[in-house]
């Protein structure tokens, strides 16, 4: 499939920026296919099947402030499938770009210590992530 890496790297660099993490944190983004996805996900979460997007965090940053920004280290990995993102975005009514930017947002905060287990938590973490694809849309619109 292709996919626009530019825009996925424009996205975590805007999204890094955002959550105050220094600019020098390592972080690697793959694109993988069904196979290699369904191998990771029965390998790491012990379930069957490929899934969308899983998160491999390394150092264990966090999002930083305006007066302390999170210093360089291994952010860690982001596992994107682009054939599951695009059933997805069909059955969501959007392109599969448009999935992807989320997924790659969802999987960026994961990095950073965000989750969804608890309903408090995933009010944060959704309105987070809705927080900066609004803005990283907004970018986009004025680029182009």
């Given at each position: 499939?292709?996919?626009?890496?530019?825009?996925?790297l424009?996205?975590?660099?805007?999204n890094?920026?955002?959550?105050?993490v220094?600019?020098?944190?390592?972080?690697?983004?793959?694109?993988?296919?069904?196979?290699?996805?369904e191998?990771?996900?029965l390998?790491?979460?012990d379930e069957?099947?490929p899934?969308d997007?899983?998160?491999?965090?390394?150092?264990?940053?966090?999002?930083?402030?305006?007066?302390?920004?999170?210093?360089?280290?291994?952010?860690?990995?982001?596992?994107?499938?682009?054939?599951?993102?695009?059933?997805?975005?069909q059955?969501?009514?959007h392109t599969?770009?448009?999935?992807?930017?989320l997924?790659?947002?969802?999987?960026?905060l994961?990095?950073?210590?965000?989750?969804h287990?608890?309903p408090?938590?995933y009010?944060?973490?959704?309105?987070?992530?809705?927080?900066?694809?609004?803005?990283?849309?907004?970018?986009?619109?004025?680029?182009?």
């Open positions: 499939m292709e996919v626009d890496e530019a825009q996925l424009r996205l975590t660099e805007r890094l920026a955002e959550l105050r220094s600019p020098d944190a390592d972080l690697a983004i793959l694109l993988v296919d069904e196979g290699a996805m191998q990771l996900h390998q790491w979460m069957p099947g899934t997007v899983l998160s491999f965090p390394m150092d264990e940053l966090r999002p930083g402030t305006d007066d302390e920004p999170t210093p360089a280290g291994l952010l860690g990995d982001i596992v994107l499938c682009p054939q599951v993102a695009e059933s997805q975005a059955t969501a009514g599969t770009a448009d999935e992807l930017i997924l790659t947002t969802h999987g960026l994961h990095l950073l210590g965000f989750d287990a608890e408090e938590e009010r944060e973490m959704f309105g987070l992530q809705k927080e900066l694809i609004d803005g990283f849309g907004a970018e986009e619109r004025r680029r182009s």
